[in-house]
């Protein structure tokens, strides 16, 4: 098993930042890459980002491309997001995820076998 634990969010206002972390332990040599997932009350969960810990490939959600970053830290085990220019609608519960395989919809919550319990984001207009 492996578990993820993330930290970071809070309160900010619109156009500031934050750095979201999530730490990954237990058999993490399983986890080919790890994604960021954000859920709005009432709203279904979407992807934001992903990166394999093998090589450091990045995708993003189109929404998110150009104001958040994804990036790892295979030695500390744990994956960050830095949120820039942050937006009212940017406002969710925000999920660390990690996945066993590659070849799979890196966008697709499904393809995602651990979860962490989620950091709350909220940015105020």
């Known amino acids: 098993q492996v578990q993820l634990v993330e930290s970071g969010g809070g309160l900010v206002q619109a156009g500031g930042s934050l750095t979201l972390s999530c730490a990954a332990s237990?058999?993490?040599?399983?986890?080919?890459?790890m994604g960021w997932f954000r859920q709005a009350l009432g709203k279904e969960r979407d992807y934001v980002a992903s990166?394999?810990?093998?090589?450091?490939?990045?995708f993003y959600a189109s929404s998110v491309k150009g104001r958040f970053t994804i990036s790892r830290d295979i030695a500390k085990n744990t994956v960050y997001l830095q949120l820039n220019s942050l937006k009212p609608e940017d406002t969710a519960l925000y999920y660390c995820a990690g996945r066993q395989a590659y070849g799979r919809d890196v966008t697709a919550p499904s393809s995602y076998e651990y979860w962490g319990q989620g950091t709350q984001v909220t940015v105020s207009s």
């Open positions: 237990g058999r993490t040599f399983s986890v080919a890459a």
């Open positions: 990166i394999r810990w093998s090589g450091g490939s990045t």
